[in-house]
């Protein structure tokens, strides 16, 4: 069983910048394929953020903050990162980390999924 945690949440005021972490544990292989971050904000539907793959680093990016955001990983310690800038209040969103075998999932409807960590943009 796969277990994601993730920290790094919080209050940020409008244009300003958060960096969000997820570490791994558990015995599956499913870790090694793709991790990545989606969100959901009050009344609307899960929205895939960014994507990384644990071999070779290859990244995938969603609209919705494309150009804002930056995942990165850092194989010693199992933990992907997302680095948010220039944030807006349509940011505010519970996110999530997540891990699957291959993009697709992982954009769509990921095998595993953290608890979530409350990103709140002021203004």
């Known amino acids: 069983q796969v277990h994601l945690v993730e920290s790094g949440g919080g209050l940020v005021q409008a244009g300003g910048s958060l960096r969000l972490s997820c570490i791994a544990s558990?015995?599956?292989?499913?870790?090694?394929?793709?991790r990545g971050w989606s969100r959901q904000a009050p009344g609307k539907e899960r929205e895939f953020v960014a994507a990384i793959s644990w071999i070779g680093g290859v990244t995938h990016y969603g609209n919705s903050m494309k150009g804002r955001v930056t995942i990165s990983k850092d194989a010693a310690n199992g933990t992907i990162y997302l680095e948010m800038s220039d944030l807006k209040r349509r940011d505010t969103a519970v996110y999530y980390c997540t891990a699957d075998p291959n993009l697709h999932g992982v954009v769509t409807d990921a095998r595993h999924w953290g608890q979530g960590t409350q990103v709140t943009v002021s203004s």
């Open positions: 558990g015995h599956s292989d499913d870790t090694s394929y793709w």
